[in-house]
């Protein structure tokens, strides 16, 4: 029975009406990967879930980039800002600050979730990333994206990004890797929302 307001019905056996359903489309689990590629489809939403992503090298950015041209190439133009608020472990340092140097004004270089993260035993990224309609071929297509990890400072990080893929074209593949060396670890699940 769905919850009525006004009248109206709003949930319908667990869904929230005018939403849609949140499909676990694909899962992926990182072992010494360069990279992770996902195909998208029609789907008005994706959702990504990371969860402890572990770099292999040390200080590496984890980043992703998107193709219109089923992945021959990882380079469509985005605009975007980033920020973060921190605490050291030492507790010398917190505070909140903008992340110049992972923004985008029309680049078509990797967008970064994260930065510099510690390859520590016990250090790894967590976090998501929405993707909003990459299947038109009118609109540009937004992101957001936020995650916690540690970086090699160390650091607890809450890294935030958000931007727009500046394409009319429908994006059809995303990659994510780090910015050196491996995707040691971590699991990344795609869900799609109609």
Do not use: W
């Not at 489309?25 to 990967?33: H, I, P």
């Not at 008005?44 to 402890?52: A, D, G, R, S």
């Not at 608020?85 to 030492?90: D, F, G, Q």
Request: charged share 15%.
């Amino acid at each position: 029975m769905g919850l009525i307001s006004a009248g109206t019905t709003i949930f319908d056996a667990g869904v929230v009406n005018g939403i849609g359903n949140m499909i676990l489309v694909s899962s992926v689990t990182a072992s010494s990967s360069a990279s992770i590629t996902f195909t998208l489809a029609d789907y008005k939403e994706y959702q990504f879930y990371f969860v402890n992503i572990h770099a292999a090298t040390s200080g590496a950015e984890y980043q992703f980039n998107l193709s219109i041209d089923s992945g021959s190439n990882y380079n469509v133009a985005k605009t975007s800002t980033a920020f973060e608020s921190y605490h050291t472990e030492a507790d010398n340092g917190a505070g909140v600050i903008y992340q110049g140097g992972a923004d985008l004004a029309q680049g078509t270089g990797d967008q970064q979730l994260f930065r510099n993260l510690d390859t520590d035993n016990d250090c790894s990224y967590s976090g998501s990333l929405k993707l909003f309609n990459p299947s038109s071929d009118t609109f540009a297509k937004h992101y957001m994206a936020r995650g916690n990890g540690m970086n090699t400072s160390p650091t607890s990080i809450d890294f935030n990004v958000a931007g727009y893929a500046n394409t009319a074209s429908a994006v059809d593949r995303i990659q994510f890797k780090m910015s050196s060396g491996n995707i040691d670890s971590g699991k990344i699940l795609m869900f799609g929302i109609n």
